[in-house]
Nanobody
């Protein structure tokens, strides 16, 4: 089993920044990728950013491009999401996810961390 623990959520005013982190532990395969998703009230969960291969390469949603940056520390099995220029529409629960490189599905999910952006 794999456990994912997010941290760093909170409340910020529009235009501000927040940084999220997610640490993975447990039976992690040698080739995995991690990413971030979010779910706003009344909406479906949506993709935010992820790595698409174990040695790098980041993908972003259109809403995240230019404002959010995903990074990682492989030695700590940790992924980060730096969010700048936050907007009220970024308000959501942010989830960390992990999958094996060979898997088409995100197999493991964190419990989520709330991000609230006030106008």
């Amino acid at each position: 089993q794999v456990q994912l623990e997010e941290s760093g959520g909170g409340m910020v005013q529009a235009g501000g920044s927040l940084s999220l982190s997610c640490a993975a532990s447990g039976s992690i395969s040698s080739r995995y990728v991690m990413g971030w998703f979010r779910q706003a009230p009344g909406k479906e969960r949506e993709f935010v950013a992820s790595f698409w291969r174990s040695d790098g390469g980041a993908l972003y949603s259109d809403s995240a491009k230019g404002r959010f940056t995903i990074s990682r520390d492989m030695s700590k099995n940790t992924v980060y999401l730096q969010m700048n220029s936050l907007k009220p529409e970024d308000t959501a629960i942010y989830y960390c996810a992990l999958r094996d490189v060979g898997s088409r599905n995100w197999d493991y999910w964190g419990q989520g961390t709330q991000v609230t952006v006030s106008s």
